[in-house]
C-alpha cells in the first residue's frame, strides 16, 4: 500500500485551464476542448477574410452549393459524437432544409479555414475526417494552401500561394478566389 498525502482543491481560472489544456494537446497529441471556455473572439480581419471567401464562393460553387460559416462537421473517424467546427464550409443547398446539425464529411465540398499560425495539427484533423478540399489561410504571413485527396491523416495534393495570387478551385466549382484584397494580421493580432 502506498501512503497518499491529504487531497488538495486546486481552482483553476478560465486562462489557467485553457494553459493546461494546451499542455495536454501538446504532451498526449490530442485536441482538448474545454467546456463552457469560449475561444478568443475573432478579430475583424478574419471576419474579412471569410466574408471574401464567401462571397467569391456563392458565384463559384453554382446552384446546388452553399458556403455556411461556422458549420460543424461529423467526425466519424473520432467516435459517434465527434464533431469539429469549420471556418466556412461548401455543401450541398438541401443542408438548409434539415433537421441534421452535422454535415457528413462527404458532404462538405470545400472548407476554409483561417488560421494565423500555419494550421498543420488543424490540417491533420481535417485529413482525419476526410474532407476532401480544405483552403487553409495564413493572414500573419499572406500565404494560402489548397490541400486536397486526404488519406492516412494527411493531405496528398498541395498548392501553395501568397496573397494577390488566385486559387483555381477544381470541379465542382467553376471559379477561382482572389486573395488580393485579403488583410494581413499585424504582429499582435492572434485571431
Request: net charge positive; glycine share 10%; with cysteine.
Amino acid at each position: 500500500m502506498t501512503a497518499r498525502g491529504p487531497r488538495r482543491r486546486v481552482t483553476l481560472g478560465h486562462r489557467q485551464l485553457l494553459a493546461a489544456a494546451g499542455v495536454v494537446e501538446r504532451w498526449a497529441g490530442v485536441r482538448i476542448e474545454v467546456a463552457g471556455a469560449a475561444e478568443p473572439p475573432v478579430r475583424g480581419k478574419r471576419h474579412g477574410i471569410l466574408r471574401q471567401c464567401e462571397t467569391q464562393l456563392v458565384t463559384a460553387a453554382g446552384p446546388d452549393l452553399v458556403p455556411l460559416r461556422s458549420a460543424s462537421v461529423a467526425r466519424p473517424e473520432a467516435g459517434p459524437d465527434a464533431y469539429l467546427t469549420v471556418d466556412l464550409a461548401v455543401c450541398p443547398s438541401g443542408f438548409l432544409e434539415s433537421d441534421e446539425a452535422l454535415l457528413h464529411p462527404r458532404a462538405v465540398e470545400l472548407a476554409v479555414a483561417v488560421v494565423p499560425d500555419g494550421g498543420r495539427r488543424l490540417l491533420e484533423t481535417y485529413a482525419a475526417a476526410r474532407i476532401r478540399l480544405v483552403l487553409l489561410v495564413d493572414p500573419r504571413r499572406g500565404r494560402w494552401s489548397l490541400n486536397g485527396d486526404p488519406r492516412e491523416g494527411r493531405y496528398r495534393e498541395v498548392r501553395r500561394g501568397g496573397y494577390g495570387e488566385t486559387v483555381a478551385l477544381p470541379v465542382p466549382f467553376c471559379g477561382r478566389i482572389d486573395t488580393a484584397r485579403f488583410p494581413r494580421y499585424t504582429a499582435r493580432t492572434a485571431q
